[in-house]
């Protein structure tokens, strides 16, 4: 099965970006759509947009449509998930999956802290 | 707030059956297929069932999904320990902007 490996765990100030990447194994990259999800510490998980890899075209959530911007690198099958303007409730492990059934990536802590 | 309703727990014995339901409405579960991830704690979240009651490769028939009108279900019957786990459903929502929505979680003990 398709695994997608994210990048390692961030720590950031307020106010900062942070970037997270995702590869995928091979032609695999293009098959579906890339999807975004956050989790806040013992909180539920929270959609965050959608990336096509082969158009690039994406989607955003209404709530994060300010401040996420995805694309990708298809030399090297990775996506990409740009966040700024980092607040402390930004703090959550950061999925990517592939469609939405996935397989999804490890997870990438993401800590927001002055 | 989740467009989605969930209980936030649920509990039974093992050998039990157990029914975890997820409440929407018309513009998400009224007219889109839901999905249901399964979490166990730190560790990231598996796809359980598709497409309202289709099981993906490899999942046990304990497993059973469900859809009726603005609400979808999951059942697990013959419950294991290891079916201890936080439990999501999902599906996408017109009134969202198109958005893929997910229910608040169902936290399943094995008492």
């Known amino acids: 099965q398709v695994q997608l490996a994210q990048s390692g765990a961030e720590v950031k100030r307020p106010g900062a970006s942070v970037r997270v990447a995702c590869r995928a194994p091979g032609n695999t990259f293009f098959t579906y759509d890339i999807n975004w999800v956050r989790q806040a510490t013992g909180q539920g998980l929270e959609w965050m947009g959608w990336?096509?890899?082969?158009?690039?075209?994406?989607g955003y959530a209404q709530k994060f449509q300010a401040r996420v911007t995805l694309t990708r690198n298809t030399s090297i099958g990775t996506a990409y998930m740009d966040l700024n303007n980092l607040r402390s409730d930004d703090t959550a492990i950061y999925y990517c999956?592939?469609?939405?059934?996935?397989?999804w990536g490890q997870g990438t802590l993401v800590t927001v802290s002055s | 707030q989740s467009v989605l309703t969930q209980s936030p727990s649920a509990s039974a014995t093992p050998g039990q059956r157990v029914i975890i339901s997820c409440s929407g409405s018309t513009p998400n579960i009224g007219t889109y297929p839901v999905n249901w991830y399964q979490q166990v704690p730190g560790t990231a979240p598996k796809l359980l069932m598709y497409?309202?009651?289709k099981r993906p490769s490899g999942v046990p028939d304990r497993f059973s999904g469900s859809k009726s009108g603005t609400s979808a279900s999951l059942a697990i019957s013959g419950l294991q320990s290891e079916d201890e786990a936080d439990y999501y459903c999902?599906?996408?929502?017109?009134?969202?902007?198109?958005?893929?929505?997910f229910g608040g979680g169902t936290k399943l003990t094995v008492l």
């Open positions: 999956l592939s469609g939405t059934m996935g397989p």
């Open positions: 990336m096509n890899p082969k158009s690039g075209n994406t």
């Open positions: 999902a599906t996408w929502d017109d009134s969202l902007n198109g958005d893929w929505v």
């Open positions: 497409d309202d009651d």
